[in-house]
């Protein structure tokens, strides 16, 4: 499986302009009944809303769609694909629901505003990279364990799990091609004191912010 970057669960972001506000939900699906699902959740949710712009990327049978849902052609939901595509993004929905201000805002103002709206609900996601991985169980003393954490957290290393009991037990996410380097690192570090046991390969989510 090739890597592909998502988000992990959902976010929102809002913009105003002319009293109008765009509410932007924006959230992770890993099927079309999945989108859709969440595409009628939103739409019970704001039933007095104008308009429940939407657009959606899936990896299931390289789907994209994406609905005006009564704007002017071409003015909501293109520019929220846009923001999802330009942002690399799959697997994921976003809705933009639309509460009328009373003041037209014209082609470029509809165009500016979801576009503004998706691009805070991006902002505020967890974005995750799913990509071939190996998980590390790295059991450590106390004495090495502040050490050890600020070499991790230096290195942007995934922390999975802490146990503290009679030793540090560490679970680590690394990608594939970079485990057998943190692996060694951990060793220099310890000077061979650590305990590791690299994991089988599998694809999994890594945060990237």
């Known amino acids: 499986m090739d890597p592909f970057n998502t988000i992990e669960g959902g976010a929102t972001g809002e913009y105003e302009e002319k009293k109008s506000r765009f509410i932007a939900a924006l959230h992770h699906a890993d099927t079309e009944a999945e989108a859709l699902a969440f595409l009628a959740r939103i739409r019970e949710e704001n039933p007095m809303a104008r308009h429940n712009v939407y657009a959606y990327i899936l990896r299931e049978d390289n789907r994209v769609r994406y609905s005006d849902d009564g704007e002017p052609q071409k003015t909501a939901g293109i520019p929220v694909l846009s923001v999802l595509e330009h942002a690399?993004?799959?697997?994921?929905?976003?809705?933009?629901?639309?509460?009328?201000?009373?003041?037209?805002?014209?082609?470029?103002?509809?165009?500016?505003?979801?576009?503004?709206?998706?691009?805070?609900?991006v902002a505020a996601a967890r974005l995750v990279t799913y990509a071939p991985c190996r998980d590390l169980v790295v059991c450590i003393g106390y004495p090495l364990y502040d050490q050890v954490?600020?070499?991790?957290?230096?290195?942007?290393?995934?922390?999975?799990?802490?146990?503290?009991?009679?030793?540090?037990?560490?679970?680590?996410?690394?990608?594939?091609?970079?485990?057998?380097?943190?692996?060694?690192?951990?060793?220099?570090?310890?000077?061979?004191?650590?305990?590791?046991?690299?994991?089988?390969?599998?694809?999994?989510?890594?945060?990237?912010?």
Do not use: M, W
């Open 149 to 209: 954490s600020h070499f991790l957290s230096e290195q942007g290393v995934q922390v999975l799990t802490s146990d503290f009991a009679a030793d540090v037990t560490l679970e680590l996410r690394a990608r594939t091609e970079e485990a057998e380097a943190l692996e060694s690192a951990l060793v220099n570090l310890t000077n061979g004191a650590a305990d590791i046991l690299v994991g089988d390969e599998s694809f999994q989510p890594i945060a990237v912010s």
């Open 88 to 121: 690399g993004l799959k697997d994921v929905i976003c809705v933009v629901t639309r509460y009328f201000g009373g003041t037209l805002l014209g082609t470029g103002g509809l165009v500016r505003a979801y576009t503004k709206a998706t691009q805070e609900a």
